[in-house]
């Protein structure tokens, strides 16, 4: 017990102390002068998300401290082939094991964050460490206990077939622990040219921030080649790692802190989905783009949860509005209990799924996947109406059409926007519906199962993937036993 509370709590301290000074020398001392570096623009990590993940990696390093502790005391019975005499099979075997060891964890945690990003798994466990939309060095170390373990238990099998020294093992481990701060640090150190080959099958700051606010994308941990390969690399991430080096003068805003919103109107627009209108009393919160969302913070039977919802109103309207479909416990509140004049609190809009400037657009919607891309088509209509949006929308029944009255209006109104319902049963969505020799900008979001199969068709039919963008959105983390 005495050599667990030691280890841990060395452990502990040195890296808040790592992601101490990390925060205080680039979001503090110098954050003015890097502002053009930083990532994302409207910074949302204030104390009390901070506050958060120094309670979370605190629970993480117990895992983390009990797991190595089983390869000392692996070593000590001679199961696990560690040896403490640096070179002993030479310097080249020494750089082979570090180099290799590199590889297999990479490997090892792309495919292992994959898999964690299941529908089935996520809430339980990963979403601990995506509650962190704006990363910070805090949040490089915010996990679950069990996906602190597990990112790292590939080292035993490893450590029971060949000799690993402790030396290569301290070396990967602090590889891992800077390229890990680097990943979260929030902003772009990297150079211009890292963008170009060889330098661009590293993952960046810019990589790994997009995959903490667009989620299923992103996954590698030192390499890019397994998204690269494996076609889940986020289309924006070139793109916005050039943006950044670009920029002159960014305005930075300050969305740290939760602001209320009161309703002003509730519609339920189906069986199982209502519409919430509000009226901020802070004009800011009209400042957004279509395809943006809210993250609010709601109160329901004694417990906070946190939940991101896309605005289905449109850049210009007197109201904000989210659209919500029953699905947990804040949707069935807002369904069932809501009343006009209660108060939520929420962050200023922010978001990175917002429609490109173009002539031709597909919009793939299903069931509640509407409300962003309603939002889009509304406020590309206003701007653009002679703009060509086909509207492709899939839903379980007539009865469940989200704003149907309002997307047969927008069709009379403007013969350049069409619309195709297919309903369940009856029509699925397929490559001839898509216009793929359009040259049409694709906007998708809906459930996993449609997105998969519109993007096996756009993959087949060739579309440049540049052109195809999606929104995720994942349920909360759910805790295990009301911990965190």
Known sequence: MITFVQQYLTTVIAALMIMSVAYLIFWKVFGNKLSNRKIQLSTRAGWSQIKGEIGTTALSFVGSTLFMLVILSFKDQGIAKFYVET???????????????????????????????????YKYVHALHHKSLDVNPYTSTSFHVIEAIWLTVWILPLSMVMPISMTALGIVQVLGTFNNLKS????????????????NMLVTATNHSLHHTQYNGNY??????????????????????????????????DNTKYKNLTISNLVKETDDTISLYFKPSDQFFYAYEAGQHLTVRVKVKGRTHNRCFSLSSTP?????????????????????????GDTIESLYPVGDFKANK??????????????????????????NPKANIKLLYANKSENSIIFKNEIDALTKLYPNFECQHFLSGQKRISIEDLDVNS?????????????????????????NKNNIHTEHFVDGYVPWFGLV
């Open 87 to 121: 070179g002993k099979y030479g310097v080249p075997y020494e750089i082979m094991t570090v180099i290799l060891m590199v590889l297999i964890s990479d490997t090892w945690f792309y495919w292992s964050h994959r898999i964690m990003h299941h529908p089935k798994i």
């Open 184 to 199: 979260h640090l929030g902003y772009e150190l990297f150079p211009g040219f890292f963008n170009k080959v060889p330098f």
């Open 220 to 253: 590698g941990l030192f390499f890019r080649f397994w998204d690269i390969l494996c076609g889940t690399e986020l289309n924006d991430t070139s793109h916005l790692f050039q943006d950044i080096h670009e920029r002159k003068d960014a305005v930075m805003i």
């Open 316 to 340: 210009g309207n007197d109201f904000l509005r989210i659209t919500v479909k029953l699905k947990g416990e804040v949707s069935h509140w807002f369904y069932n209990e809501a009343k006009i």
């Open 358 to 383: 173009s002539e031709n657009y597909v919009m793939i919607a299903g069931g509640s996947g509407i409300t962003p891309l309603y939002s889009m088509i509304k406020d590309i209509l206003n701007k």
């Open 439 to 463: 040259g049409a900008n694709y906007y998708v979001c809906g459930p996993d199962s449609l997105k998969e199969s519109v993007f096996d068709n756009l993959h087949i039919a060739g579309v």
